[in-house]
């Protein structure tokens, strides 16, 4: 779901809506614009007003806080993943191999989350990190220690490639967009609707186009920032990659 492609359209919809109303001003009887007629659209336009105001309250909110939860889970997977290559790191030379495994895969991860420009993201939860992940933590578990303290190490280890795989599909599971097609069409049949109130009883000069201009902009700058938070691996508004950057250069050292 493309968030400039959707508060394009928001924007399109609430400020054709205004111009509609500004048309049907002109051409609309007298009587159709009276005094009584116009309580009763500011009423049934109050209610519209008061609900879009809320869900969209509500929904970037919502958008603020998943997109806080991700970004957290986002850097915990980061710092584990430098935890389990010092774990390995003190087990010995013995499982070199693992940990140059273990950058394998979290490089992997980076270049399917943040791609080069133009070209697709294959997204954290493709099957060539699923792979790589199952190869490492079989890597892990095949170790074979000779003392208490790479025991230990190794039991510390598997539980951290676990952890590290639950954040991933906790991550993966989130890539999909949350905001269903039919609340959005919902929203902006209301913001039309509103929209379009507000030129019908409004004189037609350049300060009131002005004004329901900057409006409806504002009201597809909200719609933007629900959508694009909702898409926190691309967009304009994006977790940023500096923690898993960081770890991957923390690698094998």
Same mark, same amino acid.
């Given at each position: 779901?493309?968030?400039?492609?959707?508060?394009? $359209? +928001?924007?399109?919809? *609430?400020?054709?809506? #205004?111009?509609?109303?500004? =048309?049907?001003?002109? %051409? /609309?009887?007298?009587?159709?614009?009276?005094?009584?007629?116009?309580? $009763? +659209?500011?009423?049934? *336009?109050?209610?519209? #007003?008061?609900?879009?105001? =809320?869900?969209?309250? %509500? /929904?970037?909110?919502?958008?603020?806080?998943?997109?806080?939860?991700?970004?957290?889970?986002?850097?915990?997977?980061?710092?584990?993943?430098?935890?389990?290559?010092?774990?390995?790191?003190?087990?010995?030379?013995?499982?070199?191999?693992?940990?140059?495994?273990?950058?394998?895969?979290?490089?992997?991860?980076?270049?399917?989350?943040?791609?080069?420009?133009?070209?697709?993201?294959?997204?954290?939860?493709?099957?060539?990190?699923?792979?790589?992940?199952?190869?490492?933590?079989?890597?892990?578990?095949?170790?074979?220690?000779?003392?208490?303290?790479?025991?230990?190490?190794?039991?510390?280890?598997?539980?951290?490639?676990?952890?590290?795989?639950?954040?991933?599909?906790?991550?993966?599971?989130?890539?999909?967009?949350?905001?269903?097609?039919?609340?959005?069409?919902?929203?902006?049949?209301?913001?039309?609707?509103?929209?379009?109130?507000?030129?019908?009883?409004?004189?037609?000069?350049?300060?009131?186009?002005?004004?329901?201009?900057?409006?409806?902009?504002?009201?597809?700058?909200?719609?933007?920032?629900?959508?694009?938070?909702?898409?926190?691996?691309?967009?304009?508004?994006?977790?940023?990659?500096?923690?898993?950057?960081?770890?991957?250069?923390?690698?094998?050292?």
């Amino acid at each position: 779901m493309n968030s400039l492609v959707i508060a394009g $359209i +928001v924007f399109a919809c *609430t400020f054709g809506g #205004a111009l509609l109303g500004l =048309l049907l001003r002109v %051409l /609309l009887p007298e009587h159709h614009l009276s005094n009584e007629s116009k309580d $009763i +659209v500011k009423l049934g *336009t109050g209610l519209i #007003a008061t609900m879009s105001a =809320l869900v969209i309250g %509500l /929904l970037i909110a919502s958008a603020k806080s998943d997109f806080d939860a991700r970004r957290n889970a986002f850097q915990q997977l980061s710092t584990n993943i430098i935890l389990l290559d010092r774990s390995l790191a003190h087990y010995g030379p013995e499982a070199k191999e693992t940990r140059a495994l273990l950058h394998r895969a979290a490089s992997t991860l980076f270049d399917h989350i943040w791609t080069p420009q133009g070209a697709s993201a294959a997204g954290i939860g493709d099957t060539e990190i699923t792979e790589m992940g199952g190869t490492l933590y079989e890597s892990v578990r095949n170790l074979k220690p000779s003392t208490d303290s790479q025991r230990s190490i190794q039991s510390q280890a598997l539980s951290v490639t676990a952890e590290l795989a639950r954040l991933r599909w906790q991550l993966a599971q989130r890539e999909q967009s949350s905001l269903p097609v039919p609340f959005l069409v919902v929203l902006m049949l209301w913001l039309t609707v509103l929209f379009m109130s507000f030129g019908l009883f409004s004189p037609v000069n350049s300060t009131v186009i002005l004004v329901l201009f900057v409006c409806a902009f504002s009201v597809a700058g909200a719609l933007f920032l629900i959508v694009d938070m909702d898409q926190p691996f691309e967009g304009l508004i994006q977790i940023s990659s500096g923690p898993l950057r960081d770890a991957i250069s923390q690698l094998g050292k």
